[in-house]
């Protein structure tokens, strides 16, 4: 089935993911979140991707629910939808957070409700000046949705995700920096290229220890020290057995830049 709202093009091991809903500032609408899950699948399986990165189309990064939606009377088929034990949303933030890819938000405007929590269940997020980011849903009467509850207190700490849950206020790409959301604000004609050289800089390395590393670190909360320990010596035991372990010391001995497979 043909993809309405979801682009993504591959190059040079990178998927970008763009929401495609301009006009309606990329907010969740039809089958939107369906083509969303099916991309990230998608991509997830692709060994030639390394690095995921998700942004939107226009002037927005996505402001959540379409309102149109709601106001015509579709609550009650997403509200169905919901009540689902693995319904869209739920399945597109754990490929996210499972996939052995690192996943960048590139965030170009406002990113409110679901689209700001959807950039939080990335790995790193990096902002234009321009990007504002929004825990609207209090405003609407909705419950946060996207793992807001999860990703938002994990990130700046429980005082400050509460204030900007209850409080439903919206702030801008500088104070997002300042409280932990980002990991990057850069000036508006700036952004595209500096996503892409981040991108970039990952995918060239060695994809296997990167893979290990993503799940080591989404455990920083659970392990203790004994345990980190027994992880690292295990993806050691794991990576010293791949030939791009090889290749990473070779290049470093001959001084070029080195040619991982992913083996």
Not at 163 to 171: M, N, Q, R, T
Request: net charge negative; glycine share 8%.
């Amino acid at each position: 089935m043909k993809r309405e709202h979801v682009l993504v093009e591959t190059d040079n091991h990178v998927a970008t993911v763009t929401l495609n809903r301009p006009e309606r500032m990329n907010a969740f609408g039809g089958r939107m979140r369906q083509e969303i899950v099916d991309v990230l699948a998608e991509v997830a399986e692709d060994r030639d991707v390394r690095v995921v990165v998700i942004t939107g189309a226009g002037t927005a990064f996505c402001t959540g629910g379409d309102v149109n939606e709601f106001a015509s009377g579709e609550t009650q088929a997403l509200a169905k939808e919901v009540s689902s034990e693995r319904h869209a949303m739920c399945r597109a933030v754990f490929l996210i957070n499972t996939m052995e890819k690192p996943v960048i938000a590139a965030v170009n405007g406002v990113a409110a409700g679901g689209g700001c929590n959807l950039a939080l269940a990335c790995d790193i997020r990096i902002a234009s000046e321009r990007a504002r980011f929004g825990q609207v849903f209090t405003r609407r009467g909705v419950h946060p949705d996207w793992g807001g509850i999860y990703f938002l207190p994990r990130l700046v700490g429980y005082a400050k995700a509460a204030e900007l849950i209850f409080s439903g206020d919206v702030i801008d790409a500088a104070e997002a920096y300042r409280i932990g959301l980002l990991n990057r604000v850069v000036p508006h004609e700036e952004f595209q290229s500096a996503t892409r050289d981040t991108a970039l800089r990952i995918a060239k390395n060695a994809p296997i220890p990167i893979a290990f590393a993503k799940r080591g670190l989404q455990n920083f909360y659970r392990w203790d020290l004994s345990q980190a320990l027994d992880y690292e010596s295990y993806v050691l035991e794991v990576t010293m057995k791949s030939e791009d372990i090889i290749e990473g010391f070779a290049a470093f001995l001959e001084k070029r830049d080195p040619n991982f497979k992913g083996k």
